[in-house]
């Protein structure tokens, strides 16, 4: 609602409003495009106006729901899965996530699988087998690995060196 306000208080025609994105039916003004950022700003949201710039944002958003907010990751591979939901090859979207944020997809990914393991292991609600499970690794020994390569230290010791700090 705040998006669609801060367009009619401006006089701006526009088409369908959805989460993340906004359909403007006209040229905007330097000026008009100032007041609608100044006011998005106020409510906490920004304004895009390039297209890989929000193209970007949906991938990270779709990443982001998949390994954080899914109860299971999706059965086909992940890059199917990102084109399917952004109805895109992933050809086109892999070059431009890599072209505009310097990583891959796949580091990208794997920099979220690795903190949805620190989430996991601090709940400690579940086994290492059944966090590599849920989060479809090959094995614990490949979590592991991977785990370490990115931080520095086992799942099980970065699990001991969170409990001793949170009982100081």
Known sequence: MVVKAALDKLGLHYGTV????VQIDENI??????????????????????????LIEKIKGVIIEMIHYADELPEMKKSEYISKKLDQKYSKLSNIFSETTGTTIEH????????????????????????SNKLQYSSVAHLSSQFKKITGLSPIYFKQLKLKKSKQ
């Open 108 to 131: 990208y990914i794997m920099m979220h699988k690795i903190e949805r393991i620190k989430e996991l292991l601090l709940y400690d609600e579940m086994t290492l087998t059944e966090i």
């Open 29 to 54: 003004t330097a000026a008009q495009y100032d007041q609608l950022k100044d006011a998005l700003l106020q409510s906490g949201l920004e304004l895009m106006y390039d297209k890989n710039a929000m």
């Open 18 to 21: 959805d989460l993340g994105e």
